[in-house]
């Protein structure tokens, strides 16, 4: 990726540097108190259901490792989400979902593109008029580019027994350069 010339417009440097590898940025996601179902992809191209009332406090303890089935599974994805009223048709929603239909559904609708979450993410762009006003500072809010979507792919961690022969090798080394030093 270029550089950032600060004589060049925001939105210059995205056409040229980012639209290329993201024709579908994303789009804004729940907001915390919208009661919500959300469909997560993992690194191992396993799909999580789950519900909430605050989507951004849910969404980072997946991405940290708190929650026990997604927790192995890293990186997770958002790909899908819908907005309900109240908690008990967020429930009722999860729970279809959860069904051997509701999921052939979203595994279908996922591989065709046709998620609502993926239908919204078309029109994103950058508002000018739109001001992020932080200590005093005004900066114009950018793009959400998801790199774990376009930029990671999931590779088996090394075997333990390589690691440790590699730290092993590694130790000798240390040790040969510290008797050149000290003899």
Not at 23 to 51: N, T, V
Not at 87 to 105: I, M, P, S, Y
Not at 139 to 156: A, D, K
């Amino acid at each position: 990726m270029g550089m950032f010339d600060t004589t060049e417009g925001v939105e210059t440097f995205f056409e040229r540097e980012v639209k290329p590898h993201v024709p579908d940025l994303p789009a804004p996601r729940p907001s915390p108190g919208q009661f919500c179902i959300y469909l997560l992809k993992c690194a191992d191209e396993s799909f999580y259901i789950g519900q909430t009332d605050n989507f951004p406090r849910r969404l980072s303890e997946h991405e940290a490792g708190r929650v026990s089935w997604t927790g192995p599974r890293l990186p997770v994805e958002p790909i899908h989400w819908e907005t309900f009223n109240t908690r008990e048709e967020a429930v009722k929603r999860e729970d279809d979902l959860k069904t051997g239909f509701g999921r052939q559904w979203l595994k279908r609708e996922y591989a065709a593109g046709r998620l609502k979450a993926a239908l919204r993410q078309a029109g994103a762009r950058i508002d000018a008029d739109k001001r992020d006003e932080k200590d005093g500072k005004v900066g114009i809010v950018g793009y959400e580019i998801n790199f774990n979507r376009y930029f990671y792919r999931y590779t088996q961690p090394r075997p333990l027994e390589q690691i440790e022969a590699d730290i092993r090798a590694i130790e000798q080394d240390i040790l040969r350069m510290l008797r050149e030093v000290t003899e």
